[in-house]
């Protein structure tokens, strides 16, 4: 069976970013891919049409690309048998990942794309800069202490539980593991809990990085609408019971719903009645606009639940420095499974996180009126300039839900690529095989960059939606307007 030309295009990255013509960019991709092993040989190819119409460019791009691979030796073409990765079958090597907002942070960077599919702060605040500060002088201070700690360091894990005993839920040092970051918090638990041929539950759309950990252990993933709505009859039959269940609760990603106390509750209950580990990812849950109050954690409504969490986007994404409550012999466990692969995270990094928890919801109060404003604007943007997209407002997180009047995201994100601007097709967030008409995009770009992304979507969609985005290479994106901050001499303004 041919590759999917969907998740081959996820694979081919921003491939048609770059200058020259289409069909040398494409061949260039898969030319790289090929010789790093990702398209592995004897791999079946899409037929010319399928992957024309998943990349949004003419056929005659696709059949280009694939005769200069054809001249190289690296595919074979015979008419009956279709396109082949040149060489003899063989077993393909375990899969890299196939998410695009991962796949988007391995490209080179590039000043002239406007990146909106990885949605995190893009500066270190000065209260990080102050909470080095003051860890550094402790850390002057450490004797005797190798700086190996599986479980996290003591005075984190001490300081996490009193965040959540702020929030609501009495926790003790011992159930608190420190990550380097979420994602490795969900890697960790998925491979505590999952083996291969098991179930995951999960929301449809989810968090992508949640589906590539659990992805990686071949699971059955069964999904449900967001809020894991439904999940009491779905786990009521024994031979229905999944191996666990995953949920954002508090600004969902990617949708920006609020589960309710009341469902909080229910959820809670019914997971600790069939005894199915219910994870909560609480990464987004200190993001709430001005004005609006969460409801308790999940975990306050069952000692079974287990919290994510993580100050990459409450924070900065830099300060790799998450967290999974549970109960003691979870944590125990997951310990355990982190010290074949990580004796311990940054000491230097935990300190200051230790510094920074005290302060976190402060600090998230005073960022809220700029996510909110940012919010707004991009709204209003999109409003202003593409009225047919559907764009529901949300009460705090980082991103927007957006569904296209008709079409779907998978070919538009290639048409918006050329145009210097990247979004998550919602179709990768979503396990069911649905959403297939919406686009994430994050609202945490500075006013000047949203405004400018908002100007290339719209030229991105007058071009796909005329038909333009088959093949025809789109106009360098306008220049981007700058500030440069100049001691002294005020604020002036570059053009690149």
Request: proline residues 8%; hydrophobic residues 40%; charged residues 20%.
């Amino acid at each position: 069976m041919p590759t999917d030309p969907a998740a081959l295009a996820d694979r081919l990255g921003r491939w048609s970013a770059g200058r020259g013509p289409l069909y040398l960019l494409l061949a260039a991709r898969l030319r790289h891919l090929v010789d790093e092993g990702e398209l592995p040989a004897g791999t079946a190819l899409p037929p010319d049409r399928t992957l024309a119409s998943a990349l949004a460019v003419g056929r005659g791009t696709v059949v280009a690309a694939y005769e200069e691979l054809r001249r190289e030796g690296r595919i074979t073409r015979r008419q009956g048998s279709g396109t082949r990765v040149a060489g003899p079958a063989r077993t393909a090597p375990q899969e890299s990942t196939r998410a695009p907002v991962f796949l988007h942070l391995l490209e080179p960077r590039d000043d002239d794309t406007i990146l909106l599919a990885c949605a995190a702060p893009t500066a270190p605040p000065p209260v990080l800069l102050a909470a080095y500060e003051r860890a550094l002088s402790r850390l002057a201070t450490v004797e005797d202490d190798i700086g190996y700690h599986p479980s996290g360091h003591p005075l984190l894990r001490r300081a996490v539980a009193r965040h959540y005993g702020r929030r609501g839920v009495p926790t003790e040092p011992e159930n608190i593991l420190i990550t380097n970051g979420g994602q490795q918090a969900l890697s960790l638990l998925a491979r505590a809990f999952l083996q291969p041929g098991g179930t995951a539950l999960i929301e449809a759309p989810t968090y992508p990085g949640a589906l590539e950990a659990f992805r990686e252990h071949a699971v059955r993933l069964r999904t449900l609408p967001v809020g894991l709505d439904g999940f009491e009859a779905a786990v009521r039959a024994p031979s229905r019971r999944p191996d666990l269940a995953y949920l954002v609760s508090t600004h969902h990603n990617p949708t920006g719903a609020v589960l309710s106390q009341l469902a909080r509750r229910r959820l809670a209950v019914a997971a600790a009645d069939a005894d199915i580990p219910l994870i909560d990812d609480e990464v987004l849950a200190d993001l709430a606009f001005p004005g609006h109050r969460t409801p308790l954690p999940l975990a306050a409504f069952g000692a079974s639940v287990i919290s994510v969490g993580s100050l990459s986007k409450s924070v900065w994404g830099g300060l790799r420095v998450g967290w999974v409550r549970a109960a003691r012999p979870v944590v125990d466990r997951l310990a355990r499974l982190r010290a074949v692969h990580d004796l311990g995270g940054n000491l230097p990094a935990q300190l200051a996180a230790a510094e920074l928890l005290p302060g976190l919801e402060d600090h998230c109060q005073e960022t809220a009126a700029g996510r909110r404003a940012r919010h707004d604007q991009l709204r209003a943007q999109l409003a202003r300039h593409l009225p047919d997209w559907d764009v529901p407002p949300v009460t705090g997180g980082t991103t927007l839900w957006v569904r296209l009047p008709h079409g779907d995201g998978d070919s538009f994100v290639q048409t918006a690529f050329r145009h210097g601007v990247v979004v998550l097709p919602g179709r990768g967030l979503d396990a069911s095989g649905g959403s297939g008409e919406f686009l994430r995009i994050h609202f945490l770009a500075d006013a000047d960059r949203l405004t400018e992304a908002v100007h290339r979507l719209a030229a991105a969609w007058r071009d796909h939606h005329a038909g333009r985005g088959a093949g025809a290479p789109a106009p360098r994106p306008p220049a981007v307007r700058r500030q440069t901050r100049m001691s002294g001499s005020g604020t002036r303004v570059r053009w690149k």
